[in-house]
Every structure is written in C-alpha cells, then in structure tokens.
C-alpha cells in the first residue's frame, strides 16, 4: 500500500530586513525538506516586507485557506520569522491549523505538526505565547491598581470615544494602517470627533484608543 506524499504550500516572504534569510535561501532549504521527506512541494512567494500582522498578507491567507478546504494538507516556512511576527500570530495559526486538519512545518525550529513530537514542541510554543500574554495583562492590571490606591485616579484621561469605536480602531491598527491613515479614514466616513472642540480626527486620539483597548483586551484575558 502506497502512502500520498503530504501536499505542502512552501510559503517564503520576501524582506526588506538585510539580516533576514533570503527567499532565495528560504526556497532552497524548502526543496530540501521536500526531498528528504518526499513531499508535494509547491512554492509560493510574497512581499510583505511592511505587513505588521497576518491580515496585511494576501499569498499566506490564500495557502492557509486552501489547507481549510483541502487542496493542501501543510505550510511550511524555512524560519519561523517568516510565518509570523510574533507569538500570538504563531499560536494563531497552529490554533487555526489543528481546527482544520492541517499541519504546520518550520523547518528552523523543527516543528512539524503532522508528527506527534513537532506537535509537542509547538504546544509548547503556543503554551509559553499564552502564559506572555497573562503575565502582561496581570502586570497591566497591577500598575493600574497601584495607580488608583496611590491617588485616587484611574490611569489616562477619560475616552469621549465610544468603546465600539476604539474597537474598530484596534483592529484597523492591527491590519498595518497607521494612526495617521485610520484619522483620515474616520474623517472621510464622517464619524463623530472624539470632542466638541475636536477640529478633525488625529492620530493623537487613534494612539490612546488603541493604547485603551489594548488595556482592555489585556485585562480580559485574565478577568
């Protein structure tokens, strides 16, 4: 009985970083892998050098979509700097992987999810990006408690911006746009000045929503 080589998308990303590997590098050590382990490799190339989260790359949300539905059963990078920016993108993405039946493989790091051992070291992985995420919102939630028992004030100044609002703006920041692009956008589409005085939208004001609900999402992690 014959075994189906693993259907692998090769998913390498180009890098304005002088210090980062090469796609040409990235490449190489892909078709590596593949022909030590016999894979299906099919290569896919972006750049997204200035892409600040997972949503602001088009070529890794196609591969990813294409694992949910099948036509490909993993992705798999050279280094795990290129998958991902940060430890929460990267348990995001294995959380996604495990849901859909797919595997994912970091040839750097030796993480290979179609294996019971790369799995291992990827729940470790996942585990240690939840627990940095706890300790931050804990010692968020300890400096303002210290704040408020000292003076008697909460941290920051009141917000005249709505919650629902600072929420939109939280995520439109974590697409890449920056503070300046997400005032223009809230000018253009008319929404409601932060205050009366307020002659337009400003980047000042997209800083400190997101600052807010960053505090906000951080507290509710442990809350």
């Not at 896919?44 to 539905?69: I, T």
């Not at 992705?75 to 595997?103: G, K, N």
């Not at 307020?198 to 999402?217: D, G």
Request: charged letters at 30%; glycine letters at 6%; hydrophobic letters at 40%.
């Amino acid at each position: 009985m014959t075994t189906e080589p693993l259907r692998v998308l090769g998913y390498v990303r180009r890098s304005t970083d002088k210090q980062a590997m090469s796609p040409e590098t990235q490449a190489r050590r892909l078709r590596d892998a593949a022909e030590i382990f016999g894979w299906d490799l099919t290569i896919r190339e972006e750049d997204a050098a200035s892409a600040k989260s997972l949503d602001g790359r088009p070529v890794l949300a196609q591969a990813m979509d294409d694992c949910d539905r099948g036509r490909a059963d993993a992705v798999a990078v050279a280094a795990l700097d290129r998958l991902a920016r940060s430890t929460r993108d990267f348990a995001d993405v294995l959380d996604r992987a495990e849901r859909q039946s797919w595997s994912v493989v970091c040839l750097d790091l030796g993480v290979d999810t179609s294996t019971d051992s790369g799995r291992l070291v990827a729940d470790i992985r996942a585990a240690v990006a939840q627990w940095e995420r706890r300790i931050i919102a804990s010692r968020t939630r300890e400096g303002m408690a210290t704040i408020r028992a000292t003076t008697g004030k909460h941290m920051g100044r009141p917000s005249a911006i709505p919650t629902d609002v600072e929420e939109r703006i939280y995520d439109l920041n974590r697409t890449g746009l920056s503070a300046s692009a997400i005032a223009r956008l809230l000018e253009d589409e008319g929404v409601r000045r932060p205050t009366a005085r307020s002659k337009s939208w400003h980047h000042s004001h997209i800083v400190a929503a997101v600052r807010r609900e960053q505090v906000r999402r951080n507290a509710a992690l442990v809350g």
